[in-house]
């Protein structure tokens, strides 16, 4: 690897070491061994290699997601009845919470700086996006190609979710939900009996 990469190793550990607010560039030269010269030369800034680092730590949270899926997948029928893929979904999310909390934690606190910093919101817009469709095909089985509609508000409707659900494991996990718990308020929101 080059400086480059060992740069972007380092701001993704310490990302999840550290926070977003408490990593230095020193930190990040410590945990790549380069220099801090090679930060403004690859990326311009230490704001501009954190934006990218997190974005690279949720699409491997979104990826180790996605090989859980496919380990779970092999010998069963993938094409079973939504609301089992809804459920075997949020299994593995939340099974993968105490592997993944400071990915988690990350998320929350970056979502806290976005109205102080103009950058960070604008660099987000496209991946947020990008993963509401991943989760409508990963969670739903929407293929955003063939129906990009459905898949945005089914996505809009998992990621509203999805944050729920990371507040709530994030604050008190023995209360949290279950991926049975989802699917049955689910199951009772498609209901629609108020009585």
């Known amino acids: 690897m080059g400086h480059r990469e060992d740069l972007l190793e380092g701001a993704k550990r310490c990302l999840l070491e550290k926070g977003y607010a408490r990593t230095t560039a020193r930190d990040i030269v410590a945990a790549s061994g380069t220099n801090l010269a090679s930060i403004g030369y690859h990326y311009g800034s230490k704001e501009a290699l954190l ?11 979104g990826d180790l997601l996605t090989e859980k899926r496919e380990e779970r997948a092999e010998g069963d029928d993938a094409s079973g009845p939504p609301l089992d893929r809804f459920r075997d979904t949020w299994q593995r999310v939340i099974d993968s919470f105490q592997e993944t909390r400071s990915v988690w934690q990350l998320q929350m606190e970056v979502v806290s700086r ?4 103009p950058e960070l919101r604008e660099t987000l817009l496209g991946p947020q996006r990008e993963g509401r469709d991943g989760l409508a095909e990963g969670m739903l089985g929407i293929d955003p190609e063939k129906d990009p509609e459905k898949a945005r508000v089914a996505g809009l409707f998992c990621q509203a979710l999805l944050a729920g659900v990371m507040v709530q494991w994030l604050m008190d996990s023995e209360s949290a939900p279950s991926a049975q718990d989802l699917t049955d308020g689910l199951k009772v929101v498609l209901e629609g009996r108020g009585d």
């Open 114 to 117: 976005i109205d102080q910093d």
């Open 51 to 61: 934006n990218l680092a997190f974005i690279k730590v949720t699409e491997e949270w």
